[in-house]
């Protein structure tokens, strides 16, 4: 394998790179459903996040929606854009202001929970008439509003009921809408599901959702939102390090270099390196020596990806974040392995994983995916001489980017591609050119992790 430079950006604005979920709009809006899988998980339609750098709310959103269909027989939606709302309460009540703050998109699956286990969710349509429009247009709004100065004085930190007001303005709220949140939060936002909020009308909190997961051993065990989420581990890598007896977790490939690009998650200007120096400050890593890169050995991924088939073969969605290169996809929505050591315009993605395909099953060769298999087929997938060729995912971009996709609104990883290996590099020390000349202290796959039910 090749080894590619991944250019991780630390700037706030969507246009930048990395940082949790960059890269990952796609620019139109569709509904597509999805298709039979090799695994049997229910899924919702796909959405869109349009010009939005917020895969990491669409796949949340769809991994609940998944989890709380099989609980309640239902299909429906919950918005993403209500919790952009809440992700921008966030970051804009963080810390003071400078002349350059402005909030940002991006995110994983850990900060998602976090905002949930605050906030609770809203289905979608009852928060907003058209979610990824709103989103985007609130976004622009309020980073136009940040360099006006209409948030307060650099130096001072805004205060929750100007934050609300400026929110609920940008989001487009109704009188009745805004007054929902004041009743449940706080003129201010101050209060939260964490602190003795009481859910009203549309706002559900996530103690109050059901869902049905799958625990190891135990089969799938009827439980509520908040307990899958558990609670942030203090882990070394993300907030994908969950705790709690239901909670799924974030779990790391072989390789993985323990970097974690994404520090800095409150406040409006808390960029750093990925060592955690201030951006645009060198560290004491050298600058001038790229860190070597052992050979991939793909038998060292096998018991992953074991865990991985076992969780999706148990009708697990499975959150996964990866590194999106789309000049390496196809026209079906097939990632291939990163064909040259040159720079790639990449960024983080999240996505939600519900099929895979695997070859070399003993007894019954390939299991296609698309194709139901039988308990008999996937237990022999699981064997170690079996070679899981692809992952699935559903995708929050519309579905004319692949148009010749296996199921629209889905793409298809290979392993190959998510085995790559790539520099970690932040390009404010150096040139896009030139790697040496960057600050790229670390190494990882292409694929950051993939969050698993308990057990798995």
């Not at 039979?36 to 929606?65: G, R, S």
């Not at 979610?131 to 622009?140: G, I, L, Q, R, W």
């Not at 100065?149 to 805004?178: C, H, N, Q, W, Y």
């Not at 019954?364 to 039988?374: E, R, W």
Request: charged share 15%.
């Amino acid at each position: 394998m090749r080894t590619a430079l991944l250019v991780l950006g630390l700037g706030f604005a969507a246009s930048s790179l990395g940082l949790g979920a960059l890269g990952c709009s796609s620019g139109n809006e569709a509904h597509e459903d999805a298709q039979d899988d090799l695994t049997n998980i229910p899924v919702t339609t796909t959405l869109d996040q349009a010009k939005n750098d917020t895969c990491w709310l669409y796949a949340t959103t769809a991994w609940l929606e998944s989890l709380h269909a099989e609980a309640a027989g239902t299909s429906d939606h919950y918005s993403p854009a209500y919790l952009e709302y809440w992700r921008f309460y966030n970051l804009l009540t963080a810390q003071k202001l400078t002349a350059t703050s402005q909030v940002r998109q991006t995110g994983y699956w850990g900060w998602a929970s976090n905002i949930i286990q605050q906030r609770g969710i809203v289905p979608l349509g009852t928060f907003s008439d058209s979610d990824a429009t709103t989103e985007y247009s609130a976004f622009t709004q309020i980073n136009a509003e940040l360099e006006a100065g209409a948030f307060g004085a650099i130096g001072t930190v805004p205060g929750g009921a100007l934050v609300r007001a400026k929110l609920d303005a940008a989001f487009g709220l109704s009188m009745s809408e805004s007054a929902l949140l004041t009743e449940v939060f706080g003129s201010d936002g101050s209060k939260s599901f964490l602190d003795g909020a009481v859910a009203s009308g549309t706002v559900v909190a996530p103690q109050d959702f059901a869902v049905l997961t799958p625990v190891l051993g135990q089969g799938k065990v009827m439980t509520t939102l908040d307990q899958v989420m558990g609670t942030w581990a203090g882990g070394t890598h993300t907030a994908d390090d969950r705790s709690g007896a239901m909670a799924w977790t974030g779990v790391y490939p072989p390789g993985y270099a323990g970097f974690s690009p994404f520090m800095g998650e409150g406040g409006t200007t808390a960029a750093t390196n990925m060592d955690g120096a201030p951006a645009g400050k060198t560290s004491a890593a050298t600058t001038s020596t790229l860190p070597a890169i052992p050979t991939v050995d793909p038998a060292t991924w096998r018991p992953m990806l074991q865990r991985i088939q076992r969780a999706l073969n148990d009708g697990a969605p499975l959150p996964a974040i990866w590194e999106e290169s789309r000049a390496n996809a196809d026209a079906t929505g097939t990632f291939h392995t990163v064909p040259s050591a040159l720079p790639n315009s990449t960024g983080s993605h999240v996505t939600l994983l519900t099929d895979y395909q695997v070859s070399n099953v003993p007894g019954f060769g390939t299991l296609l995916a698309g194709t139901p298999a039988t308990p008999a087929q996937m237990a022999a997938s699981l064997d170690d001489g079996a070679l899981v060729d692809f992952l699935r995912a559903k995708n929050s971009w519309a579905t004319d980017i692949f148009p010749q996709a296996a199921v629209p609104g889905y793409v298809d990883l290979d392993l190959a591609y998510l085995m790559e290996p790539v520099y970690l590099c932040n390009t404010a020390e150096g040139s896009l050119s030139d790697p040496t000349s960057a600050f790229c202290t670390a190494y990882g796959p292409m694929l950051w992790d993939v969050i698993l039910p308990p057990g798995y």
